[in-house]
């Protein structure tokens, strides 16, 4: 993500997902503020990486993995159920699907219609 790719009028952000997929997702007004003093306070550059460092740096894929590991060691419930970001994906669009049917998760999680994948909305 990109600061380039934050819609703060409308609260959507542009989301580019595997499959070179690129839809709009919307967000919350307070999630939308902090991630752009987030950029601002990091000096991201419009079309730069939106995630870095205080010293500026993009944050990479690896040090994602890496806050995992580093929660788990101060909030041991983190390590036993085995969170992660991909864990957090599937637990939301579950509780979406539960809340507000099957076809909303697959609205919500970019699923098409078409992907064949139908009956599935966490195809493995």
């Given at each position: 993500?990109?600061?380039?790719?934050?819609?703060?009028?409308?609260?959507?952000?542009?989301?580019?997902?595997?499959g070179?997929?690129?839809?709009?997702?919307?967000?919350?007004?307070?999630l939308?503020?902090?991630?752009?003093?987030?950029?601002?306070?990091?000096?991201?550059?419009?079309?730069?990486?939106?995630?870095?460092?205080?010293?500026?740096?993009?944050?990479?894929?690896?040090?994602?993995?890496?806050?995992?590991?580093?929660?788990?060691?101060?909030?041991?419930?983190?390590?036993?159920?085995?969170?992660?970001t991909?864990?957090?994906?599937?637990?939301?669009?579950?509780?979406?699907?539960?809340?507000?049917?099957?076809?909303?998760?697959?609205?919500?999680?970019?699923?098409?219609?078409?992907?064949?994948?139908?009956?599935?909305?966490?195809?493995?």
């Amino acid at each position: 993500m990109r600061p380039v790719d934050l819609d703060p009028d409308q609260c959507l952000i542009l989301l580019r997902e595997k499959g070179e997929t690129v839809r709009w997702q919307p967000v919350s007004p307070t999630l939308m503020r902090y991630l752009q003093r987030h950029a601002e306070q990091r000096h991201a550059t419009e079309t730069g990486p939106l995630f870095r460092y205080r010293n500026g740096q993009p944050i990479t894929y690896r040090r994602y993995d890496h806050l995992w590991v580093r929660i788990g060691e101060h909030l041991p419930w983190v390590h036993a159920q085995q969170i992660s970001t991909h864990w957090l994906r599937h637990t939301t669009l579950t509780w979406v699907e539960r809340n507000f049917g099957y076809a909303i998760a697959r609205a919500y999680a970019g699923h098409s219609a078409s992907g064949g994948d139908a009956g599935m909305l966490f195809p493995s």
